[in-house]
Nanobody
């Protein structure tokens, strides 16, 4: 059974930084890509960033481009999201997601293109 576990969320002030971590486990777990999504109260889950392990290509939502950085180590089934210059509108539950070992076609921002999800970690940014 594959599990994704996020950590690193918390309460910070506007302008601060946080680093989220995602650890994947499972006897035969390997993925094609990993991503971060977030969901604020009353809103739909939205794409934040993704990384495709082959070539380490990265993708970002416009709202976080230049402020957030996704990285990871596929050999360790681990991913990170460095969040700088945080804003109150970044407040949400952040979810880690991963695909099966192969996924084609794959659209980084599509919720349905991910097969595994973590339980989420709360990020709250105060003004």
């Amino acid at each position: 059974q594959v599990q994704l576990v996020e950590s690193g969320g918390g309460l910070v002030q506007a302008g601060d930084s946080l680093r989220l971590s995602c650890a994947g486990s499972g006897r035969t777990f390997s993925s094609y890509a990993m991503a971060w999504f977030r969901q604020a109260p009353g809103k739909e889950r939205e794409f934040v960033a993704a990384i495709r392990w082959s070539g380490l290509n990265t993708y970002y939502a416009d709202s976080v481009k230049g402020r957030f950085t996704i990285s990871g180590d596929n050999t360790k089934n681990s991913g990170w999201l460095q969040m700088d210059s945080l804003r109150p509108e970044d407040t949400a539950v952040y979810y880690c997601a991963a695909t099966h070992s192969f996924r084609y076609p794959w659209t980084p921002s599509l919720v349905n293109d991910y097969d595994y999800w973590g339980q989420g970690t709360q990020v709250t940014v105060s003004s």
